[in-house]
């Protein structure tokens, strides 16, 4: 186990590496530069803002001096926030990220299982369609126009919620259920359909004829064996969480790591990009190493490290 | 011996969309304490769903008892509550499926596999399951239990995990066990052992088995009695000796001859030609009529009278009437073929 996940983390790095790279390499590769828009022709002031952040020195040089400051976990100071440094703005954006993120997970699985379950017990009944019926629309319909038609119908028109920002329990339901409704869909159908083929499975008769009462066949028989490809796709699904993260928070105006990221990238703020993104991959690339874990708690046929005499 | 099962004129269908299956018409058998019945028959004859139904796991809403009765201990299954099947279910009537490699859950241990039916029915504490576990590994000849019990199935042979399918169905201490093709996905020899095992286990227990299967080996090893069924019904019925030495039934007769046989080499096995008929419209007559190579005018018209040569032998052919010798109703087929 122990060799596995040293294994793993040695890859875990390697990945980031090679992300950080490919960013170094994209943000070097679009034309212009942080003081572009800068209203100074003073050429000095410029050259001197350059030397300051180590912009005039070759790409190469930069390259190291970035690797140095992901190394060191200190991304410097921001270029167009000149008040904090990456590392605050960090810190400041990710509990909030985190939270609506966490959240939103949690109610897509939830959900979605429970959607998922009651689907396949009721196979073709009315309960089977109409959860049906929500995960085609929830796949269907994208997060930022879920998100829209919420604000306008719920917060706008009838008033029950809060339009936009992230402050009580109130304010967090809009978001989550517009960033956790795409998730939610393809879980419900997953478990749905992999719920239908195992409770077809000889075991499922086997629990039966034992005279378990039907709740533990369906959770402790069922959905066990059903969950497995639910799990397969969490780590697509968190990519597909973080990456909504983006859109919703810029929507609502919430004030967390994604919206330092997309004005980060339009203002050319080089430091709060490496630092944003070497965080978000750093991050998903260990909720993926999560994902791989579980997967050996769920089904004892999966292996995650050589047995002694195998 | 106690009769402790009772099985009288059970009718099981299916609705589909292609129309309704009749896939057991009229069955009764009875069944003692401590006693081995087997069901033969080819594949669709609905010897599992006799099974099935009296567990009560025919797969709703497709498939009902339409009519009978299945009298066990003095109560009908056929018409108790879910709730009281359950209580049934794994209590007093077991159940052993045909394929051991996907009976077993994957991702619970032996361990708790073999005690969730006991923890559930009867109250013992987690010790006292693991103990009876532990027994009942030790009775069906699982080496090591002790280690055993914390392991997946995918790491026990075929066999073995029939074993344990065996421990699980028994722990409880059923009076009735059905075997559903229990050795059927399994290799000779391993078949041989697993019957060996039912043999001690009756012989420890006194529990009654149904054992289910289309292979006449393991009928002449393990069974005491034999009903012979084909296209939903029980055709021949009688002792093993009775049904193997002096098989009344045409059907059960090509069923006899389509085996190899030691004591006579180099003899061609004869197939029984044709195939069952359709469930969706049983005939009227003998449903083997069509195959039978005595078959008769009548037996196309009218389901034959019971044919008893013992107390306990019976055969549903119209063969053995005295009345078939009458010129008016014999020959007519012979000769119009």
Redesign the interface.
């Known amino acids: 186990m122990i060799r596995y996940i040293l294994k793993r983390f040695f890859m875990m790095i390697l990945t980031i590496w090679i992300i950080a790279t490919l960013t170094f390499v994209l943000m070097n590769a679009i034309p212009g530069s942080p003081f572009n828009e800068e209203r100074t022709s003073n050429e000095a002031v410029q050259e001197n803002l350059e030397r300051h952040f180590n912009l005039d020195e070759p790409p190469i040089v930069q390259y190291f001096i970035y690797l140095k400051s992901i190394a060191t976990l200190d991304f410097g100071p921001s270029i167009k926030k000149p008040n904090d440094t990456v590392n605050d703005l960090l810190a400041r954006g990710f509990p909030i990220s985190a939270e609506l993120g966490i959240i939103a997970i949690l109610v897509a699985l939830v959900s979605g299982i429970i959607l998922g379950v009651l689907a396949a017990l009721r196979h073709n009944g009315i309960i089977d369609y109409l959860a049906m019926m929500i995960a085609v629309l929830g796949i269907s319909i994208p997060n930022f126009v879920l998100a829209t038609l919420l604000i306008q119908q719920l917060a706008v028109n009838a008033g029950f919620f809060p339009v936009a920002t992230w402050q009580s329990p109130m304010h967090m339901i809009l978001p989550t259920l517009a960033l956790a409704t795409g998730p939610m869909a393809i879980i419900a159908r997953l478990t749905r359909s992999s719920m239908l083929e195992v409770l077809t499975?000889?075991?499922i008769?086997?629990?039966?004829?034992?005279?378990?009462?039907p709740y533990?066949v369906v959770i402790?028989?069922a959905l066990?064996?059903a969950l497995m490809p639910v799990v397969t796709i969490m780590g697509t699904l968190l990519a597909g969480i973080l990456t909504g993260t983006f859109v919703i928070e810029k929507i609502f105006a919430i004030p967390g790591m994604g919206k330092y990221f997309v004005e980060s990238i339009n203002q050319r703020d080089y430091p709060v990009i490496m630092g944003t993104t070497v965080f978000y991959s750093a991050f998903l690339v260990f909720a993926l190493f999560l994902v791989d874990i579980a997967y050996g708690l769920?089904?004892?046929?999966i292996k995650l490290h050589k047995e002694e005499g195998n | 011996m106690k009769k402790i099962l009772e099985v009288n004129d059970l009718h099981v269908t299916f609705s589909t969309y292609g129309g309704e299956i009749k896939a057991v018409r009229g069955v009764d058998f009875d069944l003692h304490e401590g006693e081995t019945l087997a069901i033969v028959g080819e594949s669709g004859c609905g010897k599992s769903v006799t099974a099935n139904s009296i567990m009560r796991l025919i797969p709703s809403p497709a498939g009902k008892i339409a009519n009978g009765e299945i009298i066990f201990k003095g109560n009908d299954l056929a018409k108790e509550s879910d709730k009281n099947m359950r209580k049934i279910r794994g209590v007093d009537i077991s159940m052993i499926f045909q394929d051991p490699m996907t009976a077993l859950n994957p991702t619970l241990t032996i361990g708790n596999q073999l005690t969730e039916g006991l923890r559930q029915h009867k109250k013992v504490s987690r010790k006292e399951a693991e103990q009876k576990a532990l027994e009942m590994l030790d009775l069906v000849g699982i080496p090591n239990p002790k280690e055993r019990l914390k392991q997946y199935p995918h790491q026990f042979s075929g066999g073995m995990r029939q074993r344990i399918v065996i421990a699980i169905a028994l722990i409880c201490e059923p009076d009735l066990l059905i075997a559903d093709e229990p050795t059927t996905a399994l290799d000779v020899t391993i078949q041989a052992q697993i019957l060996e095992l039912f043999e001690t286990i009756q012989e420890e227990t006194n529990v009654a088995i149904i054992l289910i299967t289309h292979d006449l080996g393991v009928v002449a090893k393990a069974a005491d009695r034999i009903a012979v069924m084909y296209a939903g019904k029980i055709v021949e019925s009688g002792t093993k000796y009775e049904v193997f030495y002096q098989p009344k039934h045409p059907y059960t007769q090509g069923l006899l001859n389509s085996i190899p046989r030691l004591d006579q080499k180099g003899e061609r096995l004869e197939p029984i030609d044709g195939t069952p008929p359709d469930l969706f419209s049983p005939p009227v007559g003998c449903p083997f009529t069509a195959r039978c190579p005595h078959a008769m005018f009548v037996c196309e018209k009218v389901y034959p009278l019971r044919h008893e040569p013992s107390e306990t032998h019976y055969a549903d052919c119209w063969l053995y009437d005295e009345r078939v010798h009458t010129p008016n109703l014999t020959n007519k087929k012979e000769e119009t073929t």
């Open positions: 499975q000889d075991y008769k086997m629990a039966r004829a034992k005279g378990l009462a533990k402790k028989h066990k064996n769920l089904d004892p046929r």
